[in-house]
């Protein structure tokens, strides 16, 4: 055949079947029901892959589909006129077609020894090894003994035997596997043995023949050579009935898969034909046309959808299913780092793997159950993407909803400072004072009694004479890309004749109270000359603490071990502001928790039924307790929840539970309660 000749019919006569048979899903697809109840949980969704297109991966009216026994899929891209091969997760192997070669493959099919049989609308059956290399051909267009016409069905039985749906010959041919004919039957009609347009075949571990006979809406059994056995599935509105079923696998155990494509479902039968299940084929497209099913041997079942995807089921039973999806805590911002829990699955698993996306694309690396956004990613949705896994299940990834990241917020730490001699034709310098996060780029603006001097936006500035009896200082704005900008303004200088004489401390600040968590520091500000005002800023090993700028300071979980010491600026109108620090106090020990009322029990003391622990009364506040039940003596294994039911074991014993409290920085604290009489 030539290839322009080829190319033709590929173009007009196959696609006009095809395409007719496409245009018939949006006109049968009114006509059904708006639900179908299935008769057993279906299998669940794991995988989808493809797409419309003639790239790698991509299909145009992909038809048939076939599982090899390395569980590779081959795909019949009907439209791109090759074979396509995946491995069982959907990762591209290989492809072998084009026009001369495969005008229109339809149907695939695959046997024990690796070799892949393809038959091609106007050429008949091709066969092939697994990597595209021609072996042998066979069917030229006819209607005598071993000739096909408009074949559109092909399957390998386990003895090695290839059987062709012989569409427009209404009929069923048998072949040896290099394509020796062996018997044939059928013939046009409704009655047992015949058929209208056969399409779908498959063949079980035991050699029985399952032919889609599609304009008559059912399914035939036969023997290996013909002898009808048995049909189902006539046409309608009930599961069990088809609407124009096609494609057909058989698994290990002898269930029927049929791919009903007008009516976008799989149906699943047992080996005598009882309908098992019944399945809807989502893609996200608004019609849906599975006319492609193949079974591995894992059970897992592979779909073809013409209008361009290829999907995989498994067992629901073989799968982790996500009850509760994941959740970004809190509001992500620029510099903050924001956590994800993982969701509730079924069942539940044993570990967990994290992906953070951002507008839909991965961020590299992002693979923790925190994620800090950087600048990039300030006005991007971030999502996670949260995989559950568990022995001897299929994993399952499932995404958070997205929340938009914030811009992050830059915060002064120290205030900015002014030195220099504060008088006409002085200069003063500014430093631009402590920020976070780290990284940021100072702006100054000089303000004159809180105006602001124009020009004045270096770091420097030199006073004059119509400064005399005002008070000076600095703006100083800190920005960063990804973070909303922040302000913050030195104390002020008063200008004289002579210049601001400096503050002088005369004793050294002191800090007083014991150093723990939660314990608070008072600070006296040293004796100065002269005496003035003070502003404080608080120390942990040297360092200023953010936000801790009163007379007084309680340490927090994040200084624990650390040494505080509080450093006083004093100020006074016509003098220029002094520094001086306290000395250190020892290290922060942890905090003491203190129980005021004991924990206690509550409920009725029989067997079957459930105690209560009040875990009684603490200090401070913001704490997270801990329960560990006990028969007697002896800790009751697993028995570390809230309440506990009481089992048989503990009958004629005395029950009590203990209570642990916690809290960063602080020592935990256990205490019991007191027992409960004997249980009965």
């Known amino acids: ?71 590779d899929v081959y795909v019949a891209d ?20 084009g026009t001369d070669l495969l005008p229109a493959p339809v149907a695939v099919a695959t046997d024990e020894t690796g070799y892949v049989y393809v038959v091609d609308y106007y050429l008949g059956v091709l ?110 509105d009930l599961d069990g009935g088809t609407v124009v079923p096609h494609g057909a696998a058989v698994d290990a155990a002898g269930n029927l898969y049929v791919a009903d494509a007008f009516s976008s479902r799989i149906q699943q039968f047992s080996i005598t034909g009882t309908l098992v299940s019944t399945w809807t084929v989502p893609n996200g497209t608004t019609t849906t046309a599975p006319f492609g099913v193949a079974v591995d041997a894992t059970g897992g079942i592979y779909v073809s959808d013409f209008h361009g995807h290829v999907q995989k089921f498994v067992a629901r039973d073989s799968v982790i299913v996500n009850t509760v999806p994941p959740a970004i805590v809190g509001t992500p911002s620029v510099g903050a780092q924001v956590a994800s829990t993982s969701g509730s ?97 100072p702006t100054y603006q000089w303000l004159r009694n809180g105006g602001a001097i124009s020009g004045a936006t270096a770091n420097s500035h030199t006073l004059v004479a119509g400064d005399v009896g ?80 009163g007379s007084t300071y309680t340490p927090t979980a994040g200084v624990r071990g650390m040494r505080i010491s509080v450093r006083v600026t004093a100020s006074k109108g016509g003098y220029a502001t002094g520094t001086a620090t ?19 029990v509550t409920g009725t003391r029989h067997v079957g039924h459930v105690l209560t622990a009040n875990r009684g009364t603490w200090t401070p506040g913001g704490l997270t307790y801990r329960y560990q039940w006990f028969r007697g003596s002896t800790a009751i294994k697993g028995a570390t929840a809230r309440t506990l039911k009481l089992p048989a074991s503990t009958r004629g014993h005395k029950i009590r539970v203990r209570v642990t409290a916690a809290r960063a920085g602080y020592t935990s604290l256990a205490r019991y309660s007191a027992y409960t009489v004997a249980i009965r």
């Open 582 to 600: 306290s000395a250190q106090t020892g290290a922060v020990a942890a905090g003491i928790l203190t129980n005021s009322a004991a924990p206690s």
């Open 78 to 97: 009907t439209g791109n006129h090759r074979i396509q091969r995946f491995t069982a997760e959907g990762e591209f192997v290989g492809q072998w077609g």
């Open 127 to 236: 066969k092939f090894t697994a990597s595209g290399a021609s072996v042998a051909s066979w069917g030229s267009h006819g209607s005598a003994e071993g000739q096909l016409s408009g074949a559109l069905g092909i399957a390998v039985a386990p003895d090695g035997s290839v059987y062709v749906a012989d569409s427009d010959n209404d009929r069923v041919q048998k072949f040896t596997s290099s394509g020796v004919f062996l018997a044939g039957w059928g013939s046009a009609g409704s009655a047992d043995g015949q058929f209208s347009s056969p399409s779908g075949i498959a063949v079980d571990t035991s050699g029985k023949v399952y032919v889609v006979d599609t304009f008559n809406n059912r399914v035939q059994k036969f023997t290996s050579s013909g002898g009808f056995l048995a049909r189902w599935n006539v046409e309608g």
């Open 345 to 441: 699955w079924d069942p539940a698993p044993t570990t967990f793997a994290y992906q953070w996306v951002v507008d839909g694309t991965v961020i590299a690396g992002a693979t923790a159950s925190t994620y800090t956004p950087g600048p990039a990613d300030a006005g991007r949705a971030l999502t996670v993407w949260v995989q559950a896994r568990k022995d001897g299940r299929e994993p399952r990834w499932a995404p958070s909803a997205s929340k938009v990241v914030q811009a992050g917020v830059v915060s002064n730490v120290e205030l900015p400072t002014i030195a220099g001699a504060a008088e006409p034709g002085g200069t003063l310098t500014a430093a631009a004072g402590s920020w976070t996060p780290s990284g940021t780029s």
């Open 470 to 549: 005002t008070t000076v200082s600095v703006r100083v704005t800190a920005s960063k890309a990804g973070f909303a900008p922040a302000s913050a303004t030195s104390s002020g200088v008063v200008v004289s004749e002579q210049g601001g004489l400096p503050m002088t401390a005369l004793s050294q600040p002191k800090v007083s109270g014991t150093p723990r968590v939660g314990v608070r520091l008072s600070a006296s500000p040293g004796t100065w000359n002269p005496a003035g005002s003070y502003a404080y800023q608080w120390q942990a090993n040297g360092s200023a603490i953010s936000g801790a700028t």
């Open 1 to 71: 055949m030539s290839t322009v000749n080829a190319a033709s019919r590929a173009g007009t006569r196959s696609r006009l079947i095809l395409t007719s048979l496409l245009a018939g899903v949006s006109l049968l697809t009114g006509l059904l029901p708006a639900a179908w109840a299935a008769p057993s949980d279906p299998p669940v969704l794991v995988r989808t892959w493809g797409g419309s297109g003639a790239g790698e991966g991509q299909f145009d009216f992909p038809y048939g589909i076939a599982v090899g026994g390395a569980s």
